[in-house]
């Protein structure tokens, strides 16, 4: 009786040590794929269509860029709303099984958005005014430009041109102005950081 005792006790032990070793086997190998994301010079390259997604390696080497591992994927039409994911967890999970069996171990991510888009426009602006004055004046709800849009609720971005004019004895610089609805960018940021992937550029 007491052999059995034994026997049973040097099992159970058998048994917790493998479920142990299998355990730190599982660890080891997900610290070893994050430490190889964090080495990678390559980024994920992620553009959203209307209906689709398309996912490559893009890897930066001697000044040349090197893509592999196409991925296009084909989407239910309310799974993308205004070329933004319509849930960001559900598009986050998609985005990461493609990740996992392409072996895509990397942290950077890179997003391409639809020209569809964005809004796009020439506005005048006082040439006196530095890039960060001229930033704040499109900003400002009070400030003489009239667009049909509602610049606070969108992300967007100016660039000074080479297009000089005068306009009531004002020298005017054109600047191109370049905006997307600030809820399309959350949603695809809440997508890629919900996976905890860093998001270096969306354009």
Excluded at 4 to 28: G, H, V
Excluded at 94 to 119: C, D, G, K, P, Q
Excluded at 129 to 135: D, I, K, R
Excluded at 139 to 153: D, E, G, H, T
């Amino acid at each position: 009786m007491q052999a059995k005792t034994l026997l049973l006790i040097d099992m159970t032990s058998t048994t917790k040590n493998t479920k142990s070793n299998l355990s730190n086997s599982i660890r080891l190998s997900d610290k070893i794929k994050l430490y190889r994301k964090k080495i990678s010079n390559s980024f994920i390259l992620i553009e959203i269509g209307s209906n689709y997604i398309t996912l490559a390696l893009l890897k930066v080497s001697k000044n040349k860029l090197n893509f592999r591992n196409f991925n296009q994927i084909f989407l239910p039409s309310e799974a993308i709303d205004k070329y933004a994911p319509s849930d960001p967890s559900k598009m986050g999970k998609l985005i990461e099984s493609i990740l996992e069996e392409n072996n895509m171990h990397t942290l950077r991510v890179a997003v391409v958005v639809s020209s569809e888009l964005a809004y796009t426009r020439l506005l005048d602006i006082p040439k006196e005014f530095n890039s960060n004055e001229a930033y704040e004046y499109v900003s400002n709800p009070s400030s003489k430009l009239s667009l049909p849009i509602s610049i606070s609720q969108t992300d967007f971005d100016i660039t000074p041109t080479t297009l000089v004019t005068r306009k009531n004895n004002v020298e005017i610089t054109k600047y191109l102005l370049t905006s997307v609805p600030q809820k399309s960018i959350d949603s695809i940021v809440s997508t890629i950081r919900g996976i905890g992937l860093d998001l270096y550029k969306i354009d």
